[in-house]
Each structure stands twice: as structure tokens, then as C-alpha cells.
């Protein structure tokens, strides 16, 4: 039984985004979502395009800044990707 455990390939889980970690938002992700419908119709681009940084984790939240004079945001974690 070990052999055929240690033949399967290991599924890689994705990086967990850490705070100080620059992020973006997955638009998919976001779009269909409870937050997309309580802001304005039309997301602006640049969550999109990132880089903004994660300021904070807390459960399946994560509170955002862009550098940009405007308010920090908390988005969930999956709707969260790294920048690249």
C-alpha cells in the first residue's frame, strides 16, 4: 500500500497569500459575488491589473491597499491572487 501511495503524484496546493503579499483580483471570482453586488456596478481596473497589498488576514478575509487615494478593502481570500 506505501508504494502505491508514494507511485501517486502529489497535488500541489496553491501558495497561501500571506499579509505583505501583493495581490490582485481574480475577476471571475469577483463578479458573481455578494461584495461585486453591494459596490458599484462597474468594478474600477486597476483590482484587476494589482499590484495592491495585503494588509491583513483574518479568517476568509483579507483586507487590501492600493496605492491609490482610496479606502483599503476586505475581499475574500479566494477571490485573491497573487500578482505576478
Given at each position: 500500500?506505501?508504494?502505491?501511495?508514494?507511485?501517486?503524484?502529489?497535488?500541489?496546493?496553491?501558495?497561501?497569500?500571506?499579509?505583505?503579499?501583493?495581490?490582485?483580483?481574480?475577476?471571475?471570482?469577483?463578479?458573481a459575488s455578494?461584495?461585486?453586488?453591494?459596490?458599484?456596478?462597474?468594478?474600477?481596473?486597476?483590482?484587476?491589473?494589482?499590484?495592491?497589498?495585503?494588509?491583513?488576514?483574518?479568517?476568509?478575509?483579507?483586507?487590501?491597499?492600493?496605492?491609490?487615494?482610496?479606502?483599503?478593502?476586505?475581499?475574500?481570500?479566494?477571490?485573491?491572487?497573487?500578482?505576478?
Amino acid at each position: 500500500m506505501a508504494e502505491s501511495d508514494a507511485a501517486a503524484p502529489a497535488k500541489a496546493k496553491p501558495a497561501a497569500l500571506r499579509k505583505g503579499a501583493l495581490v490582485k483580483v481574480k475577476r471571475a471570482a469577483y463578479s458573481a459575488s455578494l461584495e461585486a453586488g453591494a459596490s458599484d456596478p462597474t468594478a474600477p481596473d486597476y483590482i484587476f491589473e494589482g499590484p495592491g497589498e495585503l494588509l491583513v488576514v483574518k479568517g476568509d478575509y483579507g483586507q487590501v491597499r492600493w496605492n491609490r487615494p482610496v479606502p483599503d478593502v476586505w475581499l475574500r481570500m479566494d477571490q485573491l491572487e497573487a500578482c505576478s
